[in-house]
């Protein structure tokens, strides 16, 4: 994120150049690389931006209630709703930021990553409060938020980013300090910062809260195996791009499971946000768009947005993924 427009102008000039076996469409194209007996998307699978205009998007959540898209625009603190028949809304003023935590007042301090919980409740990682929080009340698009978990022994967090809950209403959360990012000095400002890590946490139903890694400098999106057996985070950082796998029945024992080096050398960008689809395989933006790998490691597919991208998700029959970026909203036709 300190090289946003530097690596949009790279990956858009390396989308157009690279002769590769893809289809393209208004700078769009979709790379096929594994005869995977689970084809999720096609060469000519339909590529189309819904909402543009945005600073950072982030947080995409289907809603079934209301057949309608969530996301996030974490530079505006704002959360923001779209479906086919009304189009682009507003939902919520503020997202992330009312003055709970000490923390700057501009910059990316809107939520970031939103769950629909176990009890129907919106969740959500606030940059800017520094705390995951759960949605009590909306009126007039004006939220009502209780604090679920804000503070590590004591010491508020970073800028909770991406989360996970479990079937038995357990969360898993990252926290990379990017709510101290200013944008206009293209920098971290650490005034606010307490803890001297970045942390994986999960947070149990009991109420009891353990750090499952601190040795990710840059951990963003997090997700589930459909077992529940694995945890899988991504790293953002372009110097260790990769994906950490954490074995939950293992007393969270990690190993590698993607290396996004070489990709990152050819495309730029890093990995953000990241999705286990019914299948099992795994979709993750990251280098050159979004990633579909399987449960093995194994790349399978990539899927290229012409720029940089930061999260995805499905609706709730994965009839489209849903992808945001810096500056846009997309999604993409599934079989």
């Known amino acids: 994120m300190k090289k946003i427009t530097y690596l949009i102008f790279i990956i858009f000039i390396i989308a157009c150049n690279r002769n590769t076996n893809k289809e393209k469409s208004n700078d769009f194209f979709i790379e096929i690389f594994s005869n995977s007996d689970q084809n999720i998307v096609d060469l000519d699978s339909k590529i189309e931006i819904i909402a543009d205009s945005l600073i950072v998007a982030e947080g995409p959540l289907w809603s079934k209630e209301m057949n309608s898209l969530l996301f996030t625009d974490v530079a505006?603190?704002?959360?923001?709703?779209?479906?086919?028949?009304?189009?682009?809304?507003?939902?919520?003023?503020?997202?992330?930021?009312?003055?709970?935590?000490?923390n700057f007042e501009t910059g990316l301090i809107g939520a970031n990553g939103l769950i629909y919980g176990n009890d129907g409740s919106l969740y959500l990682c606030q940059h800017g409060d520094r705390r995951v929080a759960k949605l009590i009340k909306l009126d007039d698009d004006v939220p009502k938020f209780e604090t679920v978990i804000d503070k590590y022994e004591g010491k508020f967090f970073n800028s909770p980013n991406d989360m996970i809950m479990d079937s038995n209403g357990d969360i898993y959360f990252t926290d990379p300090p990017y709510g101290f990012f200013n944008p206009q000095e293209r920098k971290f400002n650490n005034k606010f910062k307490e803890l001297n890590f970045s942390g994986v946490y999960k947070f149990s139903i009991s109420g009891e809260l353990s750090l499952i890694s601190s040795n990710l400098s840059l951990p963003n999106g997090i997700t589930l195996s459909n077992d529940e057996n694995y945890l899988f985070v991504n790293n953002s950082d372009d110097k260790n791009p990769i994906i950490t796998k954490y074995n939950i029945k293992d007393d969270f024992s990690s190993e590698l499971f993607f290396d996004g080096t070489e990709l990152l050398k050819d495309y730029g960008g890093g990995f953000d946000g990241l999705k286990v689809h019914s299948s099992g395989n795994i979709f993750?933006?990251?280098?050159?768009?979004?990633?579909?790998?399987?449960?093995?490691?194994?790349?399978?597919?990539?899927?290229?947005?012409?720029?940089?991208?930061?999260?995805?998700?499905?609706?709730?029959?994965?009839?489209?993924?849903?992808?945001?970026?810096?500056?846009?909203?997309?999604?993409?036709?599934?079989?």
């Open 284 to 335: 993750s933006t990251g280098p050159g768009g979004v990633l579909i790998i399987s449960p093995n490691g194994e790349l399978i597919s990539r899927i290229n947005f012409g720029g940089g991208v930061t999260n995805c998700n499905f609706d709730e029959d994965e009839k489209f993924l849903y992808v945001t970026g810096f500056g846009f909203v997309a999604r993409v036709s599934l079989n």
């Open 76 to 102: 505006a603190n704002k959360i923001y709703k779209w479906n086919e028949k009304s189009g682009l809304s507003d939902y919520m003023i503020p997202s992330g930021y009312t003055g709970y935590a000490p």
